[in-house]
């Protein structure tokens, strides 16, 4: 099993953690993580575009010209397709883009993300992240403890609305629980900060 350091939030090291390597020591399939990740993406387009089609323009109820003996080819209403100001023959509408992929090929993807970002030395373990009230300038003091200058992902505990509150206002810093981890946001960040506790509740559900 890979040993981690554990930091405290003043950037001293506590003590050291093994790492499950069914989780955070494979090796990292990029097909399905590519396949997690675009299916993600997918899922986050709103999908709202539309264009009028001749049911939805206004006017035409009339038939422009009689059937036959005018010379012109007959037309049923000035809002046909071939009409200036007409419907939109085959434009989008509205739909939902997300699709899903296999549960274990999903798990495979997140432990392919967070087995990258070990093998890279992205990782760091802490302790706890406690504070007393939430307060951003104490959450930015941590990271700079923890020597973390980029994007970063930090996965928390439950129920630590403090340091998820406290780190709401900061650029490039993204929390969640780690019922909450995902490919997305793992592949995205360029650290990874998660707090023990998490460690093992993420171990217990990939592992």
Known sequence: MTKVAVLKQDGSQATEIELNDAVFGVEPNNAVVTDAVLMQRAALRQGTHAVKNRSAVSGGGKKPWKQKGTGRARQGSTRSPQWRGGGVVFGPTPRSYAYRINRKSYQLALKSALSQKVSESKLLVVDALSFETPKTKAFGQVLANLSVDSKVLVIVDED????????????????MTAKGINVLDVVNAD???IVQSAIEEIQGGLA
Do not use: E, G, P, T
Request: net charge positive.
């Open 160 to 175: 630590n609305d403090n340091a998820i509150l406290s780190a709401r206002n900061l650029n490039n810093v993204q929390v």
């Open 191 to 193: 650290k990874l900060v």
